[in-house]
C-alpha cells in the first residue's frame, strides 16, 4: 500500500470550478449555524448583515471533483502482498492468490500482539513433551501444539506450519498443526512509529522502530555493537549472537538500515538490544539518506562570532574559515573520523590543539565518551608539508579502522601544512582512497592544491601574506566549531605569532589580548618548551605534555614543566652555539647583505636538540645582533639539504626554487616555505653549483632598510 502519486492520497482528482449554490457566487450568507459559525462570522454577521459563506469559504466558487482513475478513488495504490497485482479494494490479496493459503514467518521482532487467531504460520520444533511439541514461532515466541492436534511424532528441529488456535490471557499459545502442499509465504514484520534517536529516552523499557544510517561496527568479546545515525543523532545498538560471534553479518557500515528493539541505559549511555536489524533499498533507504543529510547540514551550520581583534585581512578570510569550521562540524556529526596534521612547531601545535579543545568536547556529546580513542587523532609531520611517510601512515590506520570497526574513511584537517607543490604527491595518494582533505595553512600557496581540497584558507586568499599565523586561523576556526572554548585558547594564537616570530600588525594584537595572563617573556619560553618537547616526541602527539606547556592544565604543573623545558632547551642551544658560531662564515652580497653560512653537517651536533632548521635560526638571531642594521641572510646547509633565514632581504624562497629546478636540471631541486624562511633539498652531488646559484640569486635580490635595535 502506498499514496497514490496522482490523486497525492485524496482519492479525487479537481477537474473545475462552479457557482457556489448556497451563496450564489457571492461568498456572503445572511444566515449562519450558531453552533458551527466562528466568533468572527457572527461578529460580522451583526455588524455588516452577512457573513463568509462556509460551504465555499468565501471565495463563491467550489471544486467539481471526479474520482481518481489511478486508484480508483480509494486515495492508496493496494498491491497483493504475494504477487504484486493492483488490488480495486482495500485487500490483501488479489483474487488468484486468495484461493492459496498464506504462510506467515514473524520476525525476530515480533510478540503475541502481531498474532491473528486462525492464521498458519511457519515454526520449528524446539523440544517435546509427554503432552505435545513446543513449537517456536521466532526467537521470542513458543507456542505448544498438544498430543490431540499431532497426527505423528515430530523431532527436534524440524519445520512445522502451524495454526494459532487460541492466545490466552497469560501469554500461552496454542497450536495445531497444519499439512499444506500449496501456500503462499509472507514475512510478518512488526509494525511500529518511527522513533528518533533523541527521543529514545521517552521510551525506555518499550519496543521502538528507528531508521538510519550504519556509521560503525565494532564486534566486542560480547555483542555486536551497531553505531546508527538518524537526522536526530546517534545511539549504539547491541546485538548478540554468541561471545564474540559477529551478530547480522550482511550489515556493513554505510548501509541504511530499520532497527526494532528496546532502549536502555548502559554505563550511563543509551543503548538498543536489537531484536530485529534489516538493510532498506531503493526508495525509502534514498529518502532516509537525505533526511540525515539535510538535518546535518543545519546542525552543522557554525558559530558567527566576531573575530578576537580587528583584521581586513582574517574579516576577508572569514568564509574560508566558516567553511572549514562547518566541513569539521558535519564529520563530528556524521560520525566520521577525523585527523588533525600539522608542522611539529610551536605554530602548528597551538593551531592543531585550538581545534583539537573545541572538536573533543562536540565529539563526546555525538558519538560517546570513548569518541575521541576511535574517531580521532592528532599527528605531527616532521616536515612542513605532508609527506608520502605521512600520508602512508594515515592510510594505514584509516584502512585498518574500516576493515577491524567498519569505520568510515577519515577527514584529514593539514595545519601549517597543505598549500605548497610539495604537499601533492601524498594528497594524490589520499585522492585515491577517497580521503577528504582541508587544509589551514600560511606557507605560500600554490593554486594546484585547491583540486584535492574541499576547503582551504591561506592569508595569502586575503592579501595577507606568512606573518598571520595558523594558529591565529586555528583559534578563529575554532571559535566557529565550539565558541564555548574561546577563554581556554586565546592564548594560543599568540603563542603561535611569538613562535613564528611573526611581525604582523595581527601578531602585536593577539600578544596584547592575553597580556593579563601571559608575559611576552612567558609566550616565549611556552613556544621554545613547545619547540623542545616536539622534538623529542617526534611523531607522537603527546596530548598530555603539551596540554599542560599550552596551560590547558593544572597552572603549578604548567609552569613547572615549562621552566624545566626551556632550561633544558637553553642550555642545549648554547651547547650548539658554542660548537657552530666559530664556523660560520660571513660574506657581504653585491646588494649590499650579509650572507652567513654554515655547514651544520660538520659543524653542529646531530640527532640531537636543536635540529639543523632551529640551529639555522638560532645563529640567524646572533648575526642580525653582530650586524645590527643590516640586511642579514643566514644559510644551514647538509650534503643535500639548506636552510634558509633572511631579514631585510626581499627574497621569494618559492620563485628561487622554481627557478633553481630550470637552471639546474640535474641537480634535484625541490623545497619551499615562506618568502623568507624556509628550506632547499638537492643531491649530494650537486651542492656545490646550487649553493652557488643560491648565493648568486640572494646577492641579487632587492634589500631593505633595517632599523637599528639601538633606534
Known sequence: MKICERCRGQGFMIVGERTCPN??????????????????????????????????????????????????????????IVCGARLNSKADLCERCSRTPLVYILDKACDTADLVVGSIYEGSVSGLASFGAFVDLNENMRGLAHNRYLRFRPEVGEKLFVRVK?????????????????????TVEKDLPLTKTSDLQKHLGKIVCIKGEVIQVKQTAGPTIFTIADDSGTVSCAAFERAGVRAYPEIQGDMVVKVIGEPTMRNGQMQIEIRSMKQLFGGEATNVREEIERAIDRRAEPFDPPLLIESEVLERLRPRMRAVAKEIRRAIFKSKPIVIRHHADADGISAAVAIETAILPLMKEVCGPDAEYYSYRRAPSKAPFYELEDVTKDLSYALEDQSRYGQKMPLIVLMDNGSTEEDVPAMKHAQVYGLEMIVVDHHHPNDVVDQYLIAHVNPAHAGGDFGITTGMLGVEIARMINPDVENKIKHLAAVSAVGDRSEAPEAEKYIKLVEDRFRVEDLKKIALALDYEAFW????????????????????????????????????????????????????????????VIDVENYAHKFTFPPPGKTSGEIHDRMCKKYDGKPVVTIGYGPDFAVLRSRGVKMNIPQIVKELMEEIPNGGVSGGGHLVVGSIKFVGGMRKEVLAKLAEKIGSCEVEEVPSSAA
Open 537 to 596: 616526541l617526534r611523531f607522537n602527539e603527546g596530548r598530555g605534555l603539551i596540554n599542560d606547556i599550552l596551560c590547558l592544565g593544572r597552572l603549578d604543573r604548567h609552569r613547572r614543566i615549562v621552566d624545566l623545558l626551556c632550561d633544558q632547551a637553553n642550555a642545549a642551544i648554547e651547547d650548539q652555539l658554542r660548537a657552530s658560531m666559530g664556523n660560520v662564515k660571513s660574506t657581504k652580497l653585491p646588494n649590499g647583505a650579509i650572507m652567513n
Open 23 to 80: 451563496c450564489d457566487g457571492t461568498g456572503k450568507t445572511e444566515s449562519i449555524t450558531l453552533t458551527e459559525a466562528r466568533d468572527s462570522d457572527i461578529a460580522s454577521l451583526l455588524q455588516e448583515g452577512s457573513a463568509r459563506c462556509a460551504v465555499c469559504n468565501g471565495t463563491g466558487r467550489i471544486p467539481i471533483t471526479e474520482a481518481c482513475e489511478a486508484c480508483g478513488g480509494l486515495g492508496r495504490e493496494y498491491r497483493c
Open 166 to 186: 487460541n492466545i490466552a490471557p497469560n501469554g500461552n499459545i496454542e497450536l495445531e498443526p497444519v499439512e499444506l502442499k500449496e501456500y503462499h509465504v509472507v
